[in-house]
């Protein structure tokens, strides 16, 4: 029975590697930095980034069932420009600015609406490559881009 659980447990992590050669091909040529799955978590409201099919990109509750079904299980693919794309693991879709400070998932492509660069200014900030605005997240607003201002919303 071990050595079942064993070949089991190999078979999914190489499927899951074979997963992420294909969804770092999906988002578009360049030569990556480094690419890995990461969990934002915004500096104010404790909330974590999340993508899902019903709710799109959205800020929850930060919990074990949500990172293992791939919700909070954030893409993070970096480019040599010092841009990075954002894609959901459980949706295959990219973080995309939409302008007037609606975000929301769309198929990843290279646009800079789906470029952001990533600076450390009390926490990680993700600024817009296309509006130039910051991703931003409020009790308020919730999830938007918004002016870069340096608040803890903007920090992740």
Known sequence: MRTIRRIASIASTAATLMAATSLALAIGAGTAQADSYVQY???????CLDDSNSYNWRTFSCNQGSWDAGYQ?????????????????ATGLCLRDFG?????????????AESWFHTY???LRLR?????????????????????????YQAW
Not at 41 to 47: A, E, M, Q
Not at 100 to 112: K, L, N, P
Request: net charge negative.
């Open 100 to 112: 007037g400070g609606r975000v929301g998932h769309a198929g990843c492509d290279t646009s800079q």
């Open 121 to 123: 200014d009390n926490g």
């Open 41 to 47: 978590v915004n500096g104010y409201t404790g909330l």
């Open 73 to 89: 299980k954030i893409y993070h693919h970096e480019y040599n420009d010092g841009t990075e794309r954002l894609m959901g693991a």
């Open 128 to 152: 817009n490559q296309a509006s130039g605005w910051c991703l931003d997240d409020s009790p308020q607003a919730h999830l938007r881009t918004f002016p870069c201002n340096g608040l803890a």
